[in-house]
């Protein structure tokens, strides 16, 4: 019996990238799952992909819902308690970056939508969560960013988002932690997905500049930060709450020369 049986864990952003291997990882510890993302077919691929880990059907839910949507996000709480009667895993993952500075002709529209998309949602989804979390002493991992800790250059209003995310990890751990639920993110460096587009860079150039900013030479990969989610979310973890792990090949602990 895998590590996470019995136990219902809920991912957003599970349609790409990060999300979608998180997804996997679960599957592989035997956890029931709802997948959430705005690509049905996306999603449904991944699904698939779980399903060939050895979860049955029953053990897959997938929601297409936008996380900007506030009834959308209701109808992922409500749909998860009527499928499965419980919560035990939240994992904050859906995200997106676009680049911004004081100098960008829509700067406000970006704040605005990054604010919406990667801070409002997470906090209108883990407080929805919350009584499921209680009952069920369960925990919730963010998916922030190195932009949480350091300034990537160029991401003014993402860098800001995912500050707001490490102290939202921080926040909700002491609310949450007398009632027994752990509240920890990750904070990736450069991830190999779908987000590294926004940098209109081929993937070989955007390699040659992980390369660079990465003390250990190189972009993370997805199976790298994946298992990060999973350890944070054991029993492993049982101990640990507040936290905000980097996964970034040392970049947090360097400085621009
Ligand atoms: N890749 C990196 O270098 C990196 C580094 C640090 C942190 N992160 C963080 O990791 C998380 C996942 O990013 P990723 O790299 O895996 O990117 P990705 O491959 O582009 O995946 C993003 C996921 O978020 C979902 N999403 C975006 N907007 C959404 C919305 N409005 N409603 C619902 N779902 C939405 C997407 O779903 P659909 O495609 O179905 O819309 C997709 O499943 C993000 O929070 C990101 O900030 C990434």
Redesign the pocket.
């Known amino acids: 019996m895998g590590e996470f049986e019995g136990k219902v864990v809920l991912i ?8 979608a291997e998180t997804a996997l990882e679960f599957a592989s510890s035997g956890a029931s799952l709802v997948l ?4 049905e077919e ?2 449904e691929k991944y699904a698939q992909d779980c399903l060939a880990k050895g979860l049955t059907k029953e053990k897959v839910l997938t929601i297409k ?4 949507v506030e009834d959308d996000v209701k109808r992922i709480m409500e749909s998860t308690i009527t499928h499965f009667g419980r919560l035990d895993v939240l994992v904050n ?5 676009v680049l911004s500075s004081l100098s960008s002709e829509n700067l406000m529209e970006t704040y605005d939508h990054m604010i919406k ?2 801070v409002r949602s997470v906090l209108q989804i883990t407080n929805l969560a919350a009584p499921h979390l209680i009952e069920s002493k369960g925990c919730v991992v963010n ?5 949480g800790k350091r300034v990537v250059p160029g991401m003014l209003a993402y860098n800001i988002s ?1 500050a707001a995310i490490d102290q939202f990890t921080r926040c909700t751990a002491l609310d949450l932690a007398a009632k027994g639920v752990r509240v920890n993110a990750v904070n ?4 190999m ?4 587009t926004v940098f209109g860079m081929s993937a070989e150039d955007n390699h040659e500049r992980a390369r660079k900013v990465h003390p250990m030479g190189r972009a993370g990969e997805v199976n790298e930060v994946a298992p990060a989610i999973k350890f944070l979310a054991s029993n492993a973890a049982s101990f640990i709450t507040g936290e905000t792990l980097s996964i970034d090949g040392g970049r947090h602990v360097s400085c621009a020369r």
Do not use: E, F, H, Y
């Open positions: 957003t952003g599970a349609s790409s990238g990060i999300g959430v993302g705005r690509d996306r999603l819902a936008d996380m900007c993952n859906a995200g997106a970056c998309l990667n998916v922030s960013s190195i932009c995912k990736p460096g450069a991830i997905t779908p987000l590294q």
